[in-house]
């Protein structure tokens, strides 16, 4: 059977969204799961809905984005938990704009989520990571830890006013298939999952009005309602993915049935873009 009884699981932007889907089915597996997200509240609140499942879980809130804080983050989650065996960096949000109107701003901050942050993170956990790997290697008693990064089609096939987060996201493939050359021989692998259309607020209704507040902007999320049917038909199976069906991907990439897999880019989009 499936299990990560043995498992510390570090998941970013898990308040909601994929993210939370993906800390509840780890949880449900056995691990022991770290919520973070910008809002207190929001961790809080999946965290308590892991535990009143009968699972594990700690909140730790904070922006990714912040210097300092991936290396705070995974220093209190050894605090915690002693451990960690897997990172998620799945937190992100989209500033979507033209190439001709878009700012630096807009362009910066897309990149210090989606790019500079899983970097820091993953070159945080390395300091625990890599000298346990060699111990253990030179034991005979190798241990799986494993790094998932979440991509997407956006990143893989470029999209229309997302030019700052087409070039996050295929960053992160890059990022993902070096680390996977780097640590590969410590037993760490690193992969990536790319999303297509899945349903959350980033693809929701726009109309519904869910806001992003970066750097004194409120940035509209979703995509206009006048869209959606079009974009729909284009996906070969003809609906947005659902945020289980995202967090399954991610939950298999970090398992022992992936365990010879690395470097690799799964994409998870109902065929939209084969
Ligand atoms: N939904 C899709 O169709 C889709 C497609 C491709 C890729 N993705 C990617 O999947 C990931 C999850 O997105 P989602 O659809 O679940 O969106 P979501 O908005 O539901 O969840 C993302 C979470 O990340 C958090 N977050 C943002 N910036 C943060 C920061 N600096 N520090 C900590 N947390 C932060 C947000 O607060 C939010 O809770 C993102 O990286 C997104 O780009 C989503």
């Known amino acids: 059977m499936l299990t990560f009884d ?40 999946v965290a308590a809905s892991i535990s009143d499942a009968g699972g594990c879980a700690f909140a730790a809130a904070a922006d990714i984005t912040r210097d300092g804080a991936p290396e705070d983050l995974v220093s209190s989650v050894y605090h ?16 979507d704009g033209m190439v001709h109107k878009m700012t630096d701003e807009q362009w910066q ?49 470029g999209n229309i006013g997302q030019a700052n987060y087409s070039t996050a996201k295929m960053g992160v493939v890059g990022l993902t298939k070096t680390v996977a050359k780097e640590w590969g021989r410590l037993g760490i692998r690193c992969n990536a999952v ?20 970066v750097a004194g902007h409120h940035v509209r999320l979703g995509v206009p309602e006048a869209l959606r ?3 729909r038909s284009q996906i070969p199976m003809q609906r947005y993915g659902t945020r289980d069906e995202a967090a ?9 049935l992936a365990g010879y897999v690395t470097g690799h880019t799964l994409e998870v989009t109902g065929g939209l873009g084969i």
């Open 229 to 231: 049917p079009s974009i």
């Open 109 to 157: 901050r897309i990149q210090d989520v989606h790019t500079r942050a899983p970097f820091r993170l993953i070159r945080a956990v390395s300091k625990y990571w890599r000298p346990a790997a060699k111990v253990e290697i030179a034991a005979g008693t190798p241990r799986r830890r494993c790094i998932v990064n979440v991509s997407s089609t956006s990143g893989l096939h």
């Open 248 to 256: 399954g991907a991610i939950v298999f990439l970090a398992s022992p």
């Open 6 to 45: 043995k498992e510390v699981v570090l998941i970013t932007g898990a308040g909601r969204g994929i993210g939370a889907a993906a800390a509840r089915m780890f949880a449900s597996l056995g691990a022991k799961v770290v919520v973070n997200d910008l809002s207190e509240s929001a961790c809080e609140e």
């Open 80 to 95: 915690t938990y002693d451990d960690l065996t897997v990172l998620v960096n799945n937190a992100g949000f989209l500033w």
């Open 194 to 213: 790319a999303f297509g259309m899945i349903d959350t607020r980033l693809t929701r209704p726009k109309e519904e009005g869910a806001t992003f507040a």
